[in-house]
């Protein structure tokens, strides 16, 4: 069976999708991007400050499910512009500070919201 996780310490989804979903011990978040799960405004102009705002969702979703970053298996970042890559990387980098998770980044035409950056991640409990 599959358990729908659901938290108010990250933001609610703006569609039809699960902030993440438990299935035999796994959990898979949904991609987060940068809302303040408060007012779900957009937090941040620079990516920076965006990407930290979606390791702080990740983080909450995560907990939700019982789980951290210390059991993440993989992550999948989208990034509007490559260039951000090393800023990112440097955020992302600070939150998996040993035996990182298996990654891919890739830049994409659009983001939700015109945000700058989206991060999804696969986890154990």
Do not use: W
């Amino acid at each position: 069976m599959k358990e729908i996780v659901s938290t108010p310490s990250a933001p609610a989804a703006i569609g039809p999708y699960s902030q993440a979903t438990i299935h035999n011990g796994l959990v898979y978040c949904s991609g987060q991007i940068p809302l303040n799960p408060e007012t779900m405004e957009i937090v941040g102009d620079d990516v920076v400050a965006q990407a930290e705002q979606v390791m702080t969702n990740l983080k909450a979703v995560l907990q939700a499910a019982g789980t951290d970053f210390s059991k993440v298996l993989k992550c999948s970042i989208f990034l509007d512009d490559m260039g951000d890559f090393g800023k990112v990387n440097e955020v992302y980098g600070g939150h998996f500070t040993e035996n990182p998770p298996a990654r891919e980044t890739v830049a994409v035409q659009t983001l939700p919201k015109n945000v700058l950056v989206e991060i999804s991640c696969i986890a154990y409990i």
